[in-house]
T-cell receptor
Framework: NAGVTQTPKFRVLKTGQSMTLLCAQD?????MYWYRQDPGMGLRLIHY???????AKGEVPDGYNVSRLKKQNFLLGLESAAPSQTSVYFC?????????FGPGTRLTVL | GIQVEQSPPDLILQEGANSTLRCNFS?????LQWFHQNPWGQLINLFY???GTKQNGRLSATTVATERYSLLYISSSQTTDSGVYFC????????????FGTGTSLTVIP
């Protein structure tokens, strides 16, 4: 039982490049979330999903897109990366309300 | 949204000391969780506590939802308790969206 996994762990992008972050969970959770963590600001919700095929915007959705084609996977896309998107990205999943987090992806945009 | 304030922002303790961390929130909440982010960045669930009191070993938490605050107690602190402690709340009016405080950074020195 791996819990919540994230791929990749680290990535460096140039401004304007695109990439996709993958989150996978093996706990059969309905809810999945993408957060970003910046120094001194805690975690902020980007997008979330309440089930397969559904997505919704969180607190800071601009510049990101998401997809939930399979229940166990939640993808976060950056179509045209900007330096302001340099951050640590965390994925989480939950059955009802208690969230469980992945190990994070450290993204640097130059 | 909802404002979540944590205090103190930083705390340095001698090993064996006790501490109380506070989380204030500005509006009614469905749910509240406490997390510990270890020095390697992993977010670990401590408590899911929308109301009442829970204990787990040396840690305990109390949430008084009607007064909009929660407390995390750490007794007999150990160096492994070091890290950042976050409070996260699910706003009553925007279900499924969690808002994090900016955390309390705890350093336990031997």
């Amino acid at each position: 039982n791996a819990g919540v996994t994230q791929t990749p762990k680290f990535r460096v992008l140039k401004t304007g490049q695109s990439m996709t972050l993958l989150c996978a969970q093996d706990m059969n959770h309905e809810y999945m979330y993408w957060y970003r963590q910046d120094p001194g600001m805690g975690l902020r919700l980007i997008h979330y999903s309440v089930g397969e095929g559904t997505t919704a915007k969180g607190e800071v959705p601009d510049g990101y897109n998401v997809s939930r084609l399979k229940k166990q996977n939640f993808l976060l896309g950056l179509e045209s990366a900007a330096p302001s998107q340099t951050s640590v990205y965390f994925c989480a999943s939950s059955y009802l309300v208690e969230q469980f987090f992945g190990p994070g992806t450290r993204l640097t945009v130059l | 949204g909802i404002q979540v304030e944590q205090s103190p922002p930083d705390l340095i303790l001698q090993e064996g000391a006790n501490s109380t961390l506070r989380c204030n929130f500005s509006d009614s909440v469905n749910n509240l969780q406490w997390f510990h982010q270890n020095p390697w960045g992993q977010l670990i669930n401590l408590f899911y506590i929308p109301s009442g009191t829970k204990q787990n070993g040396r840690l305990s938490a109390t949430t008084v939802a009607t007064e909009r605050y929660s407390l995390l107690y750490i007794s007999s602190s150990q160096t492994t308790d070091s890290g950042v402690y976050f409070c996260a709340v699910e706003h009553l009016n925007t279900g499924n969206q969690f808002y994090f405080g900016t955390g309390t950074s705890l350093t336990v020195i031997p």
